[in-house]
């Protein structure tokens, strides 16, 4: 029969017990430790809107705020910089978007971070098609006629963005190259600004977020011409997708969620869990239809071969039009 160790055996009996290997190396603290900071490398818009709702909901499940901080500057470069050069322990993590992930690295020589080497994909958000939509005295009633006007211009037909390098810029460069003809570029300082200078005659072609033009679609103010999707859309059955004229073009917006590379990836998990579990709730997915944009939520893995596609397909637009940021 064992008899019982008295206390101080049992006291001494743990203090001899062997320490298993690596045990206190691998020890981790808690994490969330503190607030977690979400950069923005835009002003108010979209991409701070759907940054903030997804925050919400993920801070819910985090047990800490997410505190959005908006970084904007040179295309958004300035907050995906600072992002990228962030403490890589979890509290700090960021919004991307085609823009700062793939558009940026295609066109600027000198940008100040590697777009695939230095963040650490946790999910693309969302995606929206872009839209080429026109002034209504336009004289191309449709796509096919559109396509036909801008191949026989005998001067480039002037089209308005929401700026340089922006993905609906690139989106009307790689129409012209796809017809065969020439547009001209005219920059705007954001959506607003674009549809005020086509419904006012000012420049009669627009390139840009679907979602920014449908209310002018709906009051007749402008005519949609096609949407940059893959395929027509369900709820404007009756607007062409442009590569049904225009095999090959596809011009789609997105937003995903980033943390410093270095980020451990049992953090970089709990993101992704906790920010498609975000996507999946009825009110935030109402809100983002709201927004005009579609969830996403795709695995790390999807998400950063998604981004390599992005970054060369458009590295060639950007080649073949002579475009580049000094």
Do not use: K
Not at 22 to 41: C, D, E, F, H, K
Not at 115 to 136: G, K, M, S, Y
Not at 172 to 177: D, M, P, R
């Amino acid at each position: 029969m064992n008899t019982p160790l008295p206390r101080r055996g049992l006291l001494l009996a743990a203090a001899a017990a062997p320490v298993l290997p690596g045990r206190l190396a691998t020890a981790q603290p808690a994490w969330p430790a503190q607030p977690i900071r979400m950069i923005v490398p835009f002003a108010a818009g979209v991409t701070d809107s759907i940054g903030r709702l997804v925050g919400t909901e993920m801070q819910r499940a985090l047990g800490q705020p997410i505190v959005v901080e908006n970084r904007p500057g040179a295309g958004g470069a300035i907050g995906a910089e600072a992002c990228a050069r962030a403490p890589a322990d979890g509290h700090t993590i960021c919004m991307g978007t085609i823009s700062t992930h793939a558009i940026n690295p295609a066109i600027m020589p000198r940008i100040p971070y590697d777009n695939l080497r230095d963040f650490a994909p946790v999910t693309q958000l969302t995606e929206q098609p872009n839209a080429i939509v026109v002034h209504p005295a336009f004289p191309a009633r449709d796509l096919a006629g559109f396509v036909v006007a801008v191949r026989e211009a005998r001067e480039p037909h002037p089209y308005a963005t929401s700026g340089v390098g922006t993905s609906t810029h690139l989106a009307g460069a790689l129409f012209a190259l796809l017809a065969g003809g020439q547009l001209e570029h005219v920059p705007f300082r954001g959506s607003g600004e674009v549809m005020t200078a086509v419904i006012s005659g000012q420049v009669p072609i627009a390139f840009d977020n679907l979602s920014s033009v449908v209310p002018f679609v709906r009051e007749g103010r402008v005519r949609l011409i096609g949407v940059g999707s893959r395929a027509r859309l369900p709820d404007f059955p009756d607007a062409p997708a442009i590569a049904e004229a225009l095999p090959g073009f596809v011009s789609v917006s997105w937003h995903g969620l980033f943390a410093p590379a270095a980020t451990p990836a049992p953090i970089l998990a709990r993101l992704h869990r906790e920010a498609v579990a975000a996507l999946r709730q009825p009110a935030v997915a109402q809100r983002l239809a709201d927004l005009g944009v579609t969830p996403v939520g795709s695995n790390p893995e999807e998400f950063r071969a998604f981004i390599a596609a992005e970054t060369e397909r458009w590295r060639d637009v950007a080649r073949r039009a002579d475009l580049r940021l000094t």
